[in-house]
């Protein structure tokens, strides 16, 4: 079984659902869920990000925030994921952003990833350092993200309905 599959057992068998927001990975981790049959049950949809205004306007990230932390920082990662869950409704919401490369981006080198899930708790986000070049940072970033919802999703003891 999948990664992505077993996310989608998990949302299932709580009866909770998931949004994405993504900037790096332009909407690989939607298309990772989106290709396992029945998704539909538990994933809502999502946003790719891609453009800071776009975390804005449409994510709600703060520009205080961008302009204090950056558009690849934790804190982003955790606001485009409260973002994503506040816009759509979803239990909860998986965020990436960061730098794919080939080279860095304001000072942040290749391979700098943030993974943020939020829910009924607080945002948490993950920090990655990840090798290759521009596409298996993208393709690590989208296994890491829904390993990391995995993750909070296996100690929810409670169905959240």
């Known amino acids: 079984m999948t990664t992505a ?18 900037s790096l990975t332009g909407g690989r981790v939607a298309a990772a869920l989106t290709a396992v049959p029945g998704s539909s049950a538990s994933f809502l949809g999502g946003i790719v990000a891609y453009a800071t205004a776009v975390k804005e306007s449409v994510l709600g990230v703060p520009r205080g925030l961008v302009e204090q932390h950056g558009v690849v920082s934790a804190e982003c990662a955790r606001a485009m994921a409260a973002g994503a869950r506040a816009l759509t409704g979803a239990t ?8 794919a490369g080939p080279g860095e981006q304001d000072g942040v080198p290749a391979g700098t990833v943030y993974v943020g899930v939020a829910g009924p708790g607080a945002p948490t986000a993950v920090a990655l350092e990840l090798n290759g070049d521009r596409a298996a940072v993208q393709v690590q970033a989208t296994g890491e993200a829904l390993s990391a919802l ?12």
Do not use: F, K, N, W
């Not at 599959?5 to 993504?22: D, K, M, P, R």
């Not at 995995?150 to 309905?161: C, F, G, K, N, S």
């Open 5 to 22: 599959a077993s996310v989608l057992e998990l949302l299932e068998q709580q009866g909770a659902t998931l949004a994405t927001a993504e």
């Open 92 to 99: 909860y919401a998986v965020s990436t952003t960061g730098v």
């Open 150 to 161: 995995l993750a909070i999703l296996d100690v929810e003891e409670t169905p959240l309905r």
